[in-house]
């Protein structure tokens, strides 16, 4: 069983700059792929960013490519998720998501078995 809480959140002017932070419990996080999506109201959950269990190589989704950066502190179980040039359609609640060592769909939010309760993310024009 793996806990996930998101953290890092908040509100941010256009252009601007967030950094989110996902804290896992358990001491096997090296093995855990980790995925970043993102929900904003009235639309599906989308995906943004995963970094892999093994050799921490990292995918991004095309609307925020060049302005997020995924990485991961194994020694600290926290993956994070920096953000620049916020625009206002980055706003949504963002969620941390893991799975064990899979991580071919990782842009799929049914191939993740572990979820954080997400944190709130609003870019104002």
């Known amino acids: 069983q793996v806990q996930l809480v998101e953290s890092g959140g908040g509100l941010v002017q256009a252009g601007g700059s967030l950094r989110l932070s996902c804290a896992a419990s358990g001491r096997t996080f090296s093995s855990y792929t980790m995925g970043w999506f993102r929900q904003a109201p009235g639309k599906d959950r989308e995906f943004v960013s995963v970094?892999?269990?093994?050799?921490?190589?990292?995918e991004y989704a095309d609307s925020v490519k060049g302005r997020f950066t995924i990485s991961r502190d194994n020694a600290e179980n926290t993956v994070y998720l920096q953000m620049n040039s916020l625009k206002p359609e980055d706003t949504a609640v963002y969620y941390c998501?893991?799975?064990?060592?899979?991580?071919?769909?990782?842009?799929?939010?049914?191939?993740?078995?572990?979820w954080g309760q997400g944190t709130q993310v609003t870019v104002s024009s």
């Open positions: 998501a893991a799975v064990r060592y899979y991580g071919g769909t990782y842009y799929l939010p049914d191939s993740y078995d572990y």
């Open positions: 970094i892999r269990w093994s050799g921490g190589s990292a």
